[in-house]
């Protein structure tokens, strides 16, 4: 009890800790990524608006030459009209403003300004500036600003030889660009939640496999040290008894040596078979594929069994009618394993008088071969575990079969190894049908 509570604790702190991990991958997934999308947002606003007081510094560098307008009267030209000419205010678009200083300092298009100098007049001019893209807050407004030093040789007189601060409006820009801060932080927090469900339900998936594999290796070594402890029992027992009587001849101690040797042969036998499930679930087992049809596997294994059965006065049928009709991929020497197994099964739990049929059938594409016979039968909560590992339907785990619980679980490792597949069912009225098939080579 106290080694199950602490493997469920071990369990759950691990499960904690992959859900940690997970949450933790999927906040800085959607942290990373909302960053990103904010500062591509955020740079896309501004080199757009940038954008827009670059052409609006083109066209101030480059004003159209200058046109005199005269007018001719009834006595020539008047040149009356030369002193009405003055020099144009500068022009700019609706959020822009631009403010022409002289080298002095002095603000010199005032008038042009109209009810934007009550906002602007508090901006001096810094020569430090030149060239420098920069933003501005005057009275909870921002401005994106650029100072440019305008040549002598400039077309408008305004502009030629001052400094021009060009100023843009961004308070609806930069609106924007909180309104989309605001909307990502509420995403955020919205796929954190998403998120939190997802990382339980994502580590109860990923553990239950783990958790499943854990359970079934525990039982793997309980039972295999279960099965292993029997037989070294014996064998030192047999050994100490000999050891109280030295004199004794080989002779009289027969009896004590034979069955210290079938002790060993059995744990010989279950050495063997765990290494194959080890070298099965390590897919290091080496198969021996052949195109081959049933009949190069089927007689070695029937014909012992034939006689062994029969000497047991138990009835032993086969029925095997499609041996040259079908074509298989197969291990020919993992398949008689397969079929060792299976008659060897089905012969200690037979009675005597009993039936044991093996017969073969075409189901589409796949070649069945059915093992029955009139035994004990198996319960269908057994069904489900038969194919486990020391599973065994006879529950007192006695050693009168020979048996160690692993024919199964080896056969079941070969026929997937095939690509088939092993199932039992109920051979009504009594006994038990275990069914292999594999696919047909075309």
């Known amino acids: 009890m106290k080694v199950k509570t602490r493997q469920n604790r071990i369990t759950r702190r691990q499960q904690f800790q992959l859900f940690l991990s997970i949450m933790a991958t999927f906040a800085i997934l959607f942290l990373t990524l909302g960053i990103i999308i904010f500062n591509l947002f955020q740079s896309s606003t501004y080199r757009s608006i940038d954008s827009d007081i670059k052409s609006q510094v083109a066209s101030v560098k480059k004003q159209p030459t200058l046109q005199k307008k005269t007018q001719d009267g009834p006595h020539g030209p008047d040149t009356s009209n030369e002193k009405n000419n003055r020099q144009p205010d500068p022009q700019a678009p609706f959020q822009a403003s631009i403010l022409v200083f002289s080298s002095s300092g002095k603000l010199l298009n005032k008038t042009s300004l109209g009810n934007r ?75 954190w939640i998403i998120a939190l469900i997802l990382s339980y339900v994502l580590t109860r998936i990923s553990m239950f496999p783990i958790i499943k594999s854990w359970k079934q290796q525990s039982e793997f070594v309980n ?38 040797l079938d002790e060993v042969n059995r744990l010989n036998s279950l050495t063997n078979n765990l290494l194959i499930l080890a070298r099965s679930d390590q ?65 200690k739990y037979t009675p005597e008088n009993g039936t044991i049929r093996i017969y073969d059938y075409i189901d589409g594409s796949k070649y069945q071969i059915i093992v029955s016979d009139t035994g004990i039968g198996i319960s269908d909560t057994d069904k489900k575990k038969i194919f486990g590992r020391f599973y065994r339907v006879d529950k007192s785990r006695n050693h009168n079969s020979g048996g160690h619980g692993l024919g199964l679980a080896i056969a079941q490792q070969i026929i997937n190894n095939h690509h088939g597949k092993i199932f039992v069912r109920s051979n009504l009225p009594t006994g038990s049908e275990f069914i292999f098939e594999l696919p047909i080579k075309h």
Do not use: W
């Not at 099965?227 to 001849?249: D, F, N």
């Not at 049933?294 to 012992?304: G, Q, S």
């Not at 009709?325 to 008689?336: H, P, S």
């Open 117 to 191: 100098y009550s906002v602007l007049k508090h901006i001096k001019l810094n020569k430090k500036n030149i060239n420098k893209k920069q933003t501005l807050t005057i009275k909870k407004m921002s401005f994106r600003a650029l100072l440019i030093k305008v040549s002598k040789t400039n077309n408008n007189p305004m502009y030629a030889g001052n400094y021009v601060l060009i100023m843009q409006n961004i308070d609806t820009q930069i609106q924007a660009v909180n309104n989309f801060q605001k909307i990502l932080i509420i995403t955020f927090f919205i796929f």
């Open 223 to 260: 039972d295999a040290a279960h099965e292993l402890r029997t037989p070294l029992t014996i064998i030192q027992g047999k050994l100490e008894y000999m050891l109280t009587k030295p004199h004794k001849t080989i002779i009289d101690e027969a009896e004590s040596i034979s069955v210290s």
């Open 283 to 347: 897919a290091t087992t080496k198969m021996d594929y052949k195109i081959t049809t049933p009949e190069f596997f089927l007689k070695d294994p029937i014909m012992p069994f034939k006689e062994i059965i029969n000497s047991q006065n138990k009835v032993f049928q086969v029925n095997i009618h499609h041996k040259n009709d079908v074509k298989l991929n197969v291990d020919r020497d993992k398949i008689k394993q397969v079929l060792i197994i299976l008659l060897d099964n089905a012969t």
